[in-house]
């Protein structure tokens, strides 16, 4: 593993997950209460003993860099590092980051420095557990010049990924990214190939791209070189490269999911809560998910009813109910609230018990819940002000709604607070 480079590819500016990606970039979003979705690639590369990681970002890059410097410090006797390339302007590319190719095209003089032989991409907005080694390992035992990472896949979501054929040796030999009506038909294959069950491949007869490649470094250089003007790897550099070059497919067997939705993240996190076998579990500790050591303290639970939840450290809950819900760091939910299938990002900072009793007592809204609210079926993110006896419902049961003015929107029927957003007294939503 000494002779991979691992890059990770930050993504675009994260539309799809807006709000959340109003201050931040997509890899910094919160994750499960204390990581943020940059650390699952990361923490798979270091349980990969992949130690040599390069992070391209461009949108809203601050939180990420600050996250990385302060999570992944190795120490000096290695050659390990995470570091953060964000796009710049040079006489060559006076623009940005045009797609996953072009990114790390612009950055390609810098990777052929390292002595390695192979380049591993990898996805920033992903939550999965995956040992590169035996993904590296198929890559080589089939002396492949490009292996992706697959999943069998069922029709309601295909058409959202690149979706392939192979060969019955595992060599791809179509490809195409995202593709609609006829064209979807056409990538339809019988994926018992893949070592389903009959059942199994009625149901997921497509085979789709997780995003994760392996290239040999020699074939990354010629295929950027020999394409200058193609500037993704699933729309262009893959399909282009199929009658060329050996493609192999990895299959992964394990829990994968992108998230690049607001329902896709929200039902991601709260499936985290679930008692028995969840579908991605932060517990094991052969393979474990690291983030940034805050180094606070546990989490305080006054006279409290929590069922079916995770509480992230530093939190603070008096008097109040929590159901399937996840509560990041520094949360704070004060008396006779009801907290119910909502996701708390918690705080960057406390308040301290004087400066919350002075906001009372001038009117203002202190961090966290307020006294008697309810939240159900929600997001709220960092350090927002939510009132006393507010409402976050979603009474009409409205689909989408853009509120910002306000402090929120709604996306797939689910309520998202801003980060730093006010909600005031007495608000029903």
């Not at 994968?256 to 008692?275: H, K, P, S, V």
Request: hydrophobic share 40%; aromatic share 10%.
């Amino acid at each position: 593993m000494k002779r991979v480079l691992g890059i990770i590819l930050g993504g675009g500016a994260g539309t799809r997950l807006y709000p959340l990606t109003k201050l931040r970039a997509k890899p910094a979003v919160p994750l499960a209460g204390k990581y943020r979705l940059i650390d699952i690639p990361v923490s798979n590369c270091i349980n990969s003993d992949i130690l040599k990681i390069y992070v391209l970002t461009q949108f809203n890059s601050a939180s990420l860099n600050r996250h990385l410097a302060r999570a992944y410090n190795f120490a000096g006797f290695q050659e390990g590092f995470v570091e953060v390339l964000a796009a710049q302007q040079t006489q060559e590319n006076p623009g940005w980051f045009q797609g996953t190719a072009d990114a790390v095209r612009q950055y390609l003089w810098l990777f052929n420095e390292w002595d390695v032989d192979e380049y591993l991409i990898l996805s920033g907005d992903h939550l999965y557990r995956m040992d590169y080694r035996l993904f590296i390992e198929r890559h080589r035992e089939t002396k492949a010049d490009i292996t992706l990472s697959v999943v069998p896949m069922d029709e309601r979501r295909a058409s959202d990924f690149g979706l392939m054929r192979i060969d019955a040796d595992g060599r791809v030999i179509d490809f195409s990214e995202k593709p609609k009506g006829e064209a979807l038909k056409r990538m339809q294959v019988d994926t018992t190939i893949l070592g389903l069950t009959p059942e199994q491949a009625r149901q997921q007869p497509y085979i789709a791209s997780m995003g994760i490649y392996v290239f040999k470094k020699d074939v990354m250089n010629d295929l950027l070189n020999r394409y200058p003007d193609q500037t993704d790897f699933g729309k262009e550099i893959i399909p282009a490269s199929a009658d060329t070059y050996n493609l192999q497919a990895y299959l992964f067997k394990d829990y994968w999911e992108d998230i690049g939705t607001i329902a896709a993240f929200y039902e991601a996190n709260l499936a985290l809560t679930q008692q028995l076998q969840p579908p991605f579990s932060f517990y094991d500790e052969n393979a474990p998910i690291y983030t940034r050591s805050r180094f606070l303290p546990p989490s305080k639970l006054l006279n409290c009813q929590v069922n079916e939840s995770i509480i992230s450290e530093g939190c603070i809950l008096k008097n109040c109910q929590i159901n399937h819900s996840v509560l990041g760091v520094r949360s704070r939910v004060d008396a006779d609230c009801v907290v119910e299938d909502a996701l708390l990002l918690g705080a960057d900072f406390y308040e301290h018990y004087a400066e919350r009793q002075r906001s009372l007592g001038e009117r203002k809204i202190p961090i966290g819940i307020g006294a008697g609210s309810v939240v159900r079926r929600a997001i709220i993110d960092k350090n927002a002000r939510i009132g006393r006896n507010v409402r976050l419902i979603n009474k009409d049961h409205i689909e989408e709604a853009d509120r910002e003015e306000l402090g929120f929107i709604i996306r797939s029927g689910i309520i998202v607070v801003l980060k730093n957003a006010e909600i005031p007294d007495g608000t029903v939503i």
